[in-house]
């Protein structure tokens, strides 16, 4: 059994090789916390129900947060109700002929003031905003988007 080293034996290494390694670690741990080039969060949240009986609505707070240069502002947040994000795909969609845009979360007639509904349309409408906002040729091509996303006083009757 000379010769053969045991799995358990110390290995020595030398300080510059254990430099050089934790240097690379902290690199790494850089990069992986570090700001990403370009980056575009979105959030759809803070749902708040508005009037009363046949007046009833739901609006949804949007908080925006990029780095992307589309965009005018680097954090934005607006209140928008399902009619507006209706009338926002409909420009979309008149807009961006060479683009797909993705469904909304369907229409309610039912309950749709529960917490279920209401939670259920959030989550619809982030993932359809994450999608859109994510998309490059409308990032670069769309009037709508930026002005949707950052525009506290956006109205669709500017856009029709």
């Known amino acids: 059994m000379s010769g053969a080293v045991s799995p358990f034996a110390r290995v ?3 300080y510059d090789e254990r430099a050089r390694e934790q240097t690379v670690g ?3 741990i850089e990069d992986m916390y570090s700001v990403p080039e370009s980056f575009l969060e979105i959030e759809v949240r803070n749902p ?3 009037g009363f009986g ?3 609505y739901t609006d949804y707070e949007i908080l925006c947060k990029t780095n992307i240069p589309a965009f005018k502002l680097r ?3 607006v209140r928008r109700r399902y009619s507006d994000f209706e009338a926002f795909r409909d420009i979309l969609e008149r807009e961006s002929t060479r683009v797909n845009i993705p469904a909304l979360p369907g229409k309610v007639f039912t309950n749709r003031f529960s917490d279920e509904v ?3 349309r959030r ?3 982030e993932r359809f905003l994450t999608v859109v906002a994510g998309h490059p040729l409308l990032q670069t091509g769309s009037k709508v988007l930026c002005a949707f996303l950052q525009d506290p006083s956006w109205d669709k009757v500017q856009w029709m």
């Open 123 to 125: 989550e619809g409408l």
């Open 48 to 50: 708040q129900t508005h």
């Open 12 to 14: 020595t290494t030398s």
């Open 26 to 28: 902290i690199k790494a």
């Open 75 to 77: 954090h934005s947040i």
């Open 54 to 56: 046949r007046k009833m």
């Open 118 to 120: 209401i939670e259920s």
